[in-house]
């Protein structure tokens, strides 16, 4: 949890500091909201099931001794 919790404050720093990546990164982010918009509801449940997938796998990955 505490590596997770690191990659996201370190990928937060580096989005401060790169103003072009921030831009890229938003201008990304609101065309994938148009796109979810447009086929909605169902995109938003796809994208609920694929989260919740991608942190279950996160955490057990996480629990097994190495």
Same mark, same amino acid.
């Given at each position: 949890?505490?590596?997770?919790? /690191? &990659?996201?404050? *370190? +990928?937060?720093?580096?989005? #401060?500091?790169? $103003?072009? *990546?921030?831009?890229? &990164?938003?201008?990304?982010?609101?065309? +994938? @909201?148009? !796109? =979810?918009?447009?086929?909605? $509801? #169902?995109?938003?449940? !796809? @994208? /609920?099931l +694929? =989260? =919740?997938? &991608?942190?279950?796998?996160?955490?057990?990955?996480?629990?097994a001794?190495?």
């Amino acid at each position: 949890m505490t590596r997770l919790i /690191g &990659l996201f404050g *370190l +990928a937060g720093i580096f989005l #401060f500091i790169s $103003p072009n *990546l921030r831009e890229d &990164l938003g201008t990304g982010f609101d065309s +994938a @909201v148009k !796109g =979810l918009d447009q086929y909605s $509801p #169902f995109s938003y449940v !796809g @994208v /609920g099931l +694929a =989260l =919740l997938l &991608l942190v279950m796998i996160y955490l057990h990955r996480s629990a097994a001794p190495r």
